[in-house]
């Protein structure tokens, strides 16, 4: 990252005060110890000097109003700390005086440096001008990449708003690998989940919410126990295991249809046409022409390159969900004998409960009908 701050930036002023001050006690003291706290900021200004070299406040006031005209200050100057006068009288003395050595630019820096003296000589203001580079695949990953997936998955899942017939917005309820996603085919709520207690046998069931509250809709959806809609999902998912070669050309097809639903524009034609915009902004802003139109558009172009690049990595990440259930069918030798959750939370993407089936509808785009 690199930084650059500008002349008018109230820092660099009071760094110019700061310095004009210290310029000073050299007119009067060969070898002066000063020491200068200059504070700058909507209007008022703070100097607090110690110094063993007389200094006049007049001075000081003089040189602020030359660096940072209108501003009213505040100046505050003492003699220089007895211990630390002594101390510095000596052969070897102490102080907060350090050197810096500064890493070299790379000509993109310097590129930018000189498209910031552009800038404040254009619109010579307060500003910072802090562009930043990231490199994609060269810094170390925290998590495994699959696993953060999976993370913003769940937390779109989590903040997804439905709509419901009636207009009434729904979200997020519980963490049951269930939750939202068991939908009703009549009226199209969705089902809440419910501890019955019906004659003194208990169960957990699924019910519609039409039938819970007014929500303007008539709905005679049935009530379905939990683990009727876990066989459900076991019995979809062994259909497929049954019928691996239809399944997969099923596949095969949505892989074909992501794609051409993809967009044609490109992050690199975009970036193309950044750099280009960008080279006549620079040429535009060295003849001092008008260049507004020019930054709207590079604007829009990096949102259109943002928007691209998440519309490309959802497009890889259905694409390699669809791979991942291609590998699942072919490698899984043997029907499922009992629910798994973490199933329902990779693959499953909506059941919908009809009153004589349940549509089992994966999130590869694949839907499967048991009879339940």
């Not at 650059?4 to 109230?10: C, F, L, S």
């Not at 000063?34 to 006049?56: K, N």
């Not at 200050?73 to 220089?80: A, D, G, K, L």
Request: glycine letters at 4%; charged letters at 25%; a negative charge.
């Amino acid at each position: 990252m690199i930084e650059k701050v500008n002349p008018a930036h109230p820092d660099k002023i009071a760094d110019r005060i700061a310095g004009a001050i210290v310029d000073l006690a050299y007119k009067t003291n060969d070898a002066p110890k000063i020491a200068v706290e200059v504070l700058v900021g909507h209007g008022f200004g703070h100097v607090v000097i110690e110094t063993s070299a007389p200094i006049d406040k007049t001075d000081v006031a003089f040189i602020v109003e030359r660096l940072a005209p209108g501003i009213r200050v505040f100046i505050q100057i003492v003699p220089q700390d007895a211990h630390l006068a002594e101390n510095q009288a000596k052969d070897i003395s102490c102080g907060d005086n350090g050197i810096f050595k500064g890493m070299p630019l790379t000509e993109e820096q310097k590129e930018i440096s000189k498209i910031a003296r552009e800038i404040y000589s254009a619109y010579p203001f307060d500003g910072k001008y802090m562009p930043q580079y990231y490199v994609e695949g060269n810094q170390e990953a925290i998590i495994p990449k699959e696993i953060y997936l999976q993370v913003q998955e769940e937390l779109v899942r989590r903040r997804v708003v439905k709509t419901s017939a009636n207009g009434k917005k729904r979200s997020y309820s519980c963490n049951h690998c269930f939750s939202q996603i068991v939908i009703c085919g009549e009226c199209g709520e969705m089902f809440r989940r419910l501890h019955w207690n019906n004659r003194g046998v208990k169960s957990i069931v699924w019910r519609c919410i039409s039938r819970l509250e007014s929500t303007g809709l008539e709905c005679h959806a049935r009530t379905i126990n939990e683990l009727v809609l876990q066989d459900a999902v076991v019995k979809a998912i062994n259909q497929m295991l049954g019928d691996k070669s239809s399944y997969q050309a099923q596949l095969q097809l949505n892989i074909a249809s992501v794609i051409r639903a993809s967009q044609a524009t490109s992050v690199e034609n975009i970036d193309e046409k950044l750099m280009a915009l960008q080279q006549e902004l620079i040429q535009k802003a060295q003849r001092k022409e008008a260049y507004d139109k020019i930054a709207d558009e590079i604007f829009r172009l990096r949102e259109l390159r943002q928007q691209t690049t998440v519309d490309t990595a959802a497009r890889d990440e259905q694409i390699k969900r669809i791979n991942d259930l291609q590998d699942y069918i072919s490698q899984q030798t043997a029907h499922l004998t009992e629910f798994d959750d973490s199933l329902v939370r990779r693959w499953v993407k909506q059941i919908t409960v009809w009153d004589d089936r349940i549509t089992v509808e994966l999130k590869s785009g694949v839907s499967i009908d048991v009879d339940a």
